[in-house]
């Protein structure tokens, strides 16, 4: 493989509401942020990827500039669903490895305020009918010819692995959610930090059987950056910037190859498979030395089903692994300690860089309540549908 | 929907690959599975099974609710998206796996007066 590259420096804002500030105040702060705890300045930068999906067309990177240092690097603008952060390290990424740059900058922004329910249109309340689109439709047919609404896809994705496999139901999926908002209570950046039972999870209002609300992850605003940099450039870097350096041992990004089914029922297990199986080659690990995941919890379905797609569990063995606690902060693979996208939040194009961020600072040992003791190996997923699968595997650095 | 054929007996009619045999509702440019670029119009069956389902409470204001959405699997292997009709919104009363049969009904009607004819699947 290419050259070696690292993560020199990253930071998160706390994920939440923010109706005084908009999308370029926090991406710069995330900016900055990584910037410093990287102890470098944008002068060093010879690149800079930007992703937001609700903004998309905002030139959000050229927009950070401005408040950061206009230096004339190349900017990417990318977006690219829920995988839009992680797609912005892979750009930078990329670049590194291709040699047209040393040291780059990945942000991941994205204000959503309280825009509710995601994809799902409405119908007009009078109209004339006349077929329309690539389908011929006379009304938009979500609600008619099943659902566009994120919660039922994704309980449609938990639904369907539990038809094909023994011991997985809604208390099951109620479980995964319970451990996340446990999770979060130690994580001071998370959108909520509050316990619930399983009975308050299971008794919470459903949004789309079996995901309820306390089930389904929040909308909401936030940003991460990281600075990252290739071997020759990091080989001059002080001690103390290498050894709280981590190593991206893999770096991953695929789409859903077909299959029968996508058309109807997007896949984000195929894609999720293919990019676990490429990732653990690239990095030369197993599931089974993770000593932490951040994966794509967009909803308690998704995340289990998400433990067989990664490996974590024995085929078809999601249900018993989520029963046994393996997924807990205390268990066999922690998943989700930050609180997971349920409860730390998931301001779309920022997840894809807050879970490195995440990983990064468990490698370092510098979590906090929260820290996985010992951890020096970590894995980052997320899902933009559609669909687009990152996965990176992150490595203590081993320098001291 | 251009794919739901009405008249006497109404069916799903799908573009199916001439070369690998995947099927595909809506126009196709080439095939999405391998590549090849001529379709043939086929009947899709009218039953199946009960391959995943949600019941949905939320969705945009307009949308009547509780509905179940379903992706239902045709006997001869096609994966059909749509709701399940003529049964109650309870997960006690629905499981995977269970047979399907396709039925259509009307969704509504515009101001002209004509209606709009949707499918669904029904416990069989």
């Not at chain 1, 950070?64 to 952060?85: D, F, L």
């Not at chain 1, 539990?162 to 208390?171: H, K, R, S």
């Not at chain 1, 195929?270 to 199986?277: I, Y």
């Not at chain 2, 043939?40 to 509905?67: C, H, N, Q």
Request: net charge negative; with cysteine.
């Amino acid at each position: 493989m290419a050259q070696d590259i690292w993560v020199l420096g990253t930071h998160m804002t706390a994920f939440g509401r923010y109706p005084d500030q908009d999308a370029v105040d926090l991406a710069t702060a995330a900016a900055l942020g990584a910037l410093d705890d990287g102890g470098v300045s944008i002068s060093e930068m010879d690149l800079l990827a930007c992703g937001t999906l609700f903004q998309a067309n905002a030139g959000m990177g050229q927009q950070v500039q401005k408040q950061i240092g206009q230096t004339g690097i190349p900017v990417y603008n990318v977006s690219n669903a829920c995988a839009t952060g992680a797609t912005a390290l892979r750009t930078v990424i990329m670049a590194i490895r291709a040699e047209e740059a040393e040291m780059g900058l990945a942000i991941g922004v994205e204000q959503m305020g309280k825009m509710g329910l995601l994809a799902g249109g409405a119908r007009k309340e009078k109209n004339v009918y006349e077929p329309s689109g690539r389908y011929g439709a006379v009304m938009p047919i979500d609600g008619i010819l099943g659902t566009d609404t994120m919660p039922g896809v994704f309980a449609q994705a938990g639904m369907e692995y539990a038809n094909d496999n023994d011991g997985v139901g809604f208390e099951q999926f109620a479980k995964v959610a319970q451990k996340n908002h446990a999770h979060s209570t130690l994580n001071p950046l998370a959108q909520y930090q509050k316990e619930f039972s399983l009975e308050e999870v299971m008794g919470s209002p459903m949004q789309s059987y079996p995901n309820t609300l306390l089930m389904c992850c929040p909308t909401g605003d936030g940003a991460a950056a990281c600075v990252l940099v290739g071997e020759e450039r990091f080989a001059t870097l002080s001690r103390e910037q290498q050894a709280r350096a981590v190593k991206i041992s893999a770096s991953v990004l695929t789409t859903d190859p077909y299959v029968e089914s996508g058309a109807m029922q997007p896949d984000v297990n195929t894609l999720t498979r293919n990019a676990a199986q490429a990732a653990y080659e690239q990095a030369g690990v197993g599931p089974e030395d993770l000593s932490l995941v951040e994966l794509h919890d967009c909803f308690a379905t998704a995340e289990l089903i998400h433990y067989d797609n990664l490996g974590l569990c024995e085929p078809g063995g999601a249900g018993d692994f989520i029963d046994r606690g393996a997924p807990w902060r205390d268990g066999d693979t922690p998943v989700n300690v930050s609180g997971g996208l349920i409860s730390k939040g998931h301001p779309i194009g920022a997840t894809g860089v807050a879970n490195v961020y995440e990983v990064t600072t468990h490698l370092r040992g510098e979590a906090g309540d929260r820290q996985i003791e010992g951890a020096n190996v970590g894995l980052a997923h997320v899902i933009g549908l559609g669909s687009s699968c990152g996965v990176h595997i992150l490595e203590k650095s081993g320098i001291s | 929907m251009d794919y739901l054929v009405l008249g006497d007996e109404p069916h799903l009619q799908a573009n199916e690959c001439a070369n690998c045999g995947a099927r595909f509702f809506g126009r196709r440019n080439a095939c999405a599975s391998c590549g090849h670029r001529e379709f043939k119009e086929v009947r899709v069956s009218d039953t199946g099974t009960l391959r995943t389902f949600s019941i949905v409470y939320r969705a945009a204001p307009t949308i009547p609710t509780p509905y179940v959405s379903a992706i239902v699997l045709t006997d001869d292997g096609t994966s059909v998206r749509s709701n399940l009709i003529n049964i109650e919104p309870d997960p006690t009363k629905i499981s995977l796996g269970m047979k399907v049969k396709l039925d259509t009904y009307v969704v509504g009607t515009d101001d002209d007066g004509q209606e709009a004819v949707a499918f669904g699947y029904a416990p069989a």
